[in-house]
């Protein structure tokens, strides 16, 4: 018999946000493009692996804090899709912030990627669809795992 540990090694999940350290106004809006509106139902996912030097003594809040001044500039993605009288969503740009996702895993990097099954990267991404409710949907999840 298979133990729940073995089954689904990440544990200790907590969700959080991030918003940019600067207003970016309240009638900042961004216009979707066609491209933007044909990729609707279409979700990226990436997993990066990182050995200890690339993070040696990183920690969640560091990364945090780094992401709190880079969203500053970059604020679009902190937005919530809104729509037009016609219809047409647009991004709000509203400053709610990206959506952080930690957990914990019990494995270590070495023992993870010695795994043959490759359903367990599903583990490392979010699975969340944006909706139903649009307008507190984050744009953007980022799923943060410590090994």
């Known amino acids: 018999m ?4 073995e089954q689904n090694p990440i544990y200790d999940i907590k969700i959080s946000s ?3 350290g600067i207003i970016s106004g309240n009638n900042a809006f961004q216009e979707l493009t066609p491209m933007d509106l044909s990729m609707k139902l279409h979700y990226l ?5 990182f050995t200890a030097p690339a993070f040696d003594g990183m920690t969640t809040r560091n ?3 780094t992401m709190f001044i880079w969203l500053s500039y970059a604020y679009i993605p902190c937005g919530r899709f809104r729509r037009t009288n016609s219809g047409r969503p647009f991004i709000k740009c509203n400053d709610s912030g990206l959506r952080i996702i930690e957990a914990r895993c019990h494995l270590n990097l070495d023992e993870w990627l010695k795994s043959k099954d490759d359903s367990r990267d599903r583990l490392l991404v979010p699975n969340n669809v944006i909706g139903p409710d649009l307008e507190f949907s984050p744009l953007v ?4 795992k410590i090994l």
């Open 45 to 49: 996912r990436f997993v990066y692996y």
């Open 18 to 20: 991030v918003v940019p």
């Open 2 to 5: 298979v133990s729940l540990k």
């Open 63 to 65: 990364i945090k804090e």
């Open 141 to 144: 999840m980022i799923q943060l």
